[in-house]
Each structure stands twice: as C-alpha cells, then as structure tokens.
C-alpha cells in the first residue's frame, strides 16, 4: 500500500516541482551524490554508471561520483546502500543480480530488495550471447539441444559465478529445452571464456564484450542472443527465443537506480527526471548500443513492477536448481 500511494502522488509531486518552494529545498546540495556501484572498476555496470554520473553531474549542477563497493556478485554493496541514510547523497546502481537473483540465492540476503529500496529508474538492458567451442558439431541452438539431448550431462557450460547473468541464462535455458548441461562456475566471466577457448568447457552465456572479440577472430561460434529479439549490435546472430520452443527465453542484464527507502518522493522524482535526460545524452545512449545494449528509462513505477517481474522469474528457475549460496 505504500509503494501504490507513493506513486499516485508522483504525479502531484512532479506539478509541485515545477512550481518551486519546498521540493526543490529538499534536494541534498552540500556534498557530492555517491552513486554505490557493487561491482570492480572496468565492467558495464561501471562504465554506464561513470558515463550517467558526468551527465548528471551537469544536469544538476552538482558533483555525482562513483564508489566501487565490489563483493559476493554484488551483496556487499547492496548491503552497504540499504543501510545509508535516506538523504538523496547515496544512490545504489542495481541490477539483476541485487534486485533479481541474489534475494532467491541467498537465505541471509540482509536486505529487502523491494521494502529497503526506492525504485528510481531502470537504466538499460545487455543481453548475453551463447558462444561456444568451434570444434563442438552444433551450429545453432536447434543442434545444440538435440545434443544435449542425446548425451545427457556429456555437454557442460562455464559461466561467472552461480547468480551471475551467465548462470542464470544456462540455467534457464535448460529449464525450458528439458535438458541436462553440467555447470562449471569460475570468478568471472574472463576465465571462463578461456576455460571455453581451450576446450574444458563446450559452451557459455557471455556478455558481448567479453565474446565477441573472440567471436570476430573465429575463435568462438555465436550461437544466439539472449533478448527476446536480435541485438542490433549483431543483428546476424538470432535470438534464442527464435528456436522452436525456445519462444519464451529471454535473459538482459538490466542496470537500474534505486535509493535507500524512505528518501524524500520530490528527490525521486528529480533524479528520475534528471537519468532520463542523461540516457539521452549521447555520450550515454551511444555506448549502450555499440554495447550491444538497448536504453531504458522511465518512471519509479515502471521499475518497480520491472523487479517485482525479475524477483518472480529468477526464484522460479533458482528453485529449480536447487542451488543456494549464504555469501
């Protein structure tokens, strides 16, 4: 009840801003915005975060940083802003992982991602790819299934840690093509694709940024994409979801903004107004498609029922695996 009622106000807070007075007032100018990023420097979540924090930084004339609070596919962080003042200076770059799988993963997750969060914007979706080793037979995901299939548990796949979008996507993908694949989880995305390229593993669900390079030299074959439809970054490769059966897969790794709960809805609201205005930028909008990404946007609202989705799908398909981790 009250998520609904802060977000039928929205609308009365949004006129109240563009009158001036107090919702302006409450806006936190006396230090810099820390947008919390859960991950190491140099990955996606980072690098969008950096490119949305120098927009922002404009756009409200204030100083907006980043702060690496790496950890546990991004527990430690998460944790770190649900507990931060709700003041408007500490904002969360979640993702799927934060605001999806970890609440399924984790018994002693430490943090409500629905009653400790306040929804802000979702930033953008990466769809994975679904490479494999060139000298495994399969060409597509129609041969990749009938494999699996015929040899079950002979296949295996490497992904970046059990929570990760690399597991998830072999997970759901074998939940929907009833198949049997063994995972093999390294820490990181990096080592399992070498783990692919020298042949001990037979396939991995990457982000395009650490595939594709491979994929360009032939050292890898893309089988498919995650999204429900082609990436335009590879608009050669089809989606998994164009496979017989298969019509329903659909796995992006999503990057959002939430603040800690119980921040002001005028400071919602005007930070929302303010990453909108920044994914436009196209400093921003350019490196989420070269990317292979699509830009999102919208409102708190949209976000929210956006997790409320997410949370549902991924305890679905974690159930299944019955795997759980308690960090």
């Known amino acids: 009840m009250r998520r609904l009622n802060r977000f039928l106000m929205s609308g009365l807070v949004a006129l109240a801003m563009t009158m001036g007075g107090a919702a302006h007032a409450e806006w936190p100018h006396d230090k810099p915005i820390t947008i919390i990023v859960p991950f190491p420097p140099g990955g996606v979540t980072d690098v969008l975060a950096r490119l949305v924090a120098k927009e922002l930084s404009t756009s409200l004339a204030q100083s907006v940083i980043v702060q690496n609070r790496p950890g546990a596919a991004g527990l430690l962080g998460t944790r770190v802003a649900a507990q931060a003042a709700p003041d408007g200076y500490t904002v969360l770059l979640s993702q799927i992982a934060s605001h999806g799988s970890l609440p399924a993963l984790h018994k002693k997750l430490g943090y409500d991602p629905v009653r400790n969060f306040e929804p802000v914007i979702l930033l953008a979706a990466h769809?994975?790819?679904?490479?494999?080793?060139?000298?495994?037979?399969?060409?597509?995901?129609?041969?990749?299934?009938?494999?699996?299939?015929?040899?079950?548990?002979?296949?295996?796949?490497?992904?970046?840690?059990?929570?990760?979008?690399?597991?998830?996507?072999?997970?759901?993908?074998?939940?929907?093509?009833?198949?049997?694949?063994?995972?093999?989880h390294y820490q990181g995305g990096?080592?399992?694709?070498?783990?692919?390229?020298?042949?001990?593993?037979?396939?991995?669900?990457?982000?395009?940024?650490?595939?594709?390079p491979h994929v360009k030299t032939g050292a890898l074959r893309a089988l498919?994409?995650?999204?429900?439809?082609?990436?335009?970054?590879?608009?050669?490769?089809?989606?998994?979801?164009?496979?017989?059966?298969?019509?329903?897969?659909?796995?992006?790794?999503?990057?959002?903004?939430?603040?800690?709960?119980?921040?002001?809805?005028?400071?919602v609201q005007r930070l929302n107004a303010a990453a909108n205005k920044a994914l436009k930028a196209p400093a921003v909008a350019d490196w989420v498609t070269n990317s292979g990404g699509v830009v999102k946007g919208g409102t708190p609202a949209d976000l929210a029922r956006h997790v409320d989705s997410e949370l549902a799908k991924w305890k679905k398909v974690i159930d299944r695996t019955g795997i759980s981790t308690e960090e």
Do not use: C
């Open 127 to 184: 769809p994975n790819v679904l490479v494999i080793n060139p000298t495994r037979s399969p060409r597509n995901v129609a041969e990749l299934i009938s494999l699996a299939k015929a040899k079950p548990g002979a296949l295996n796949y490497g992904s970046a840690g059990i929570g990760t979008t690399f597991f998830l996507s072999a997970e759901l993908f074998k939940s929907m093509a009833n198949v049997f694949i063994t995972g093999i």
């Open 190 to 212: 990096a080592p399992a694709i070498t783990a692919l390229l020298g042949g001990q593993v037979d396939i991995v669900f990457s982000d395009f940024s650490t595939a594709m």
């Open 224 to 267: 498919a994409v995650t999204s429900k439809t082609r990436s335009p970054a590879a608009p050669d490769i089809p989606a998994v979801a164009e496979t017989p059966g298969m019509q329903d897969f659909e796995v992006v790794s999503w990057i959002s903004l939430h603040y800690p709960a119980g921040v002001p809805e005028a400071i």
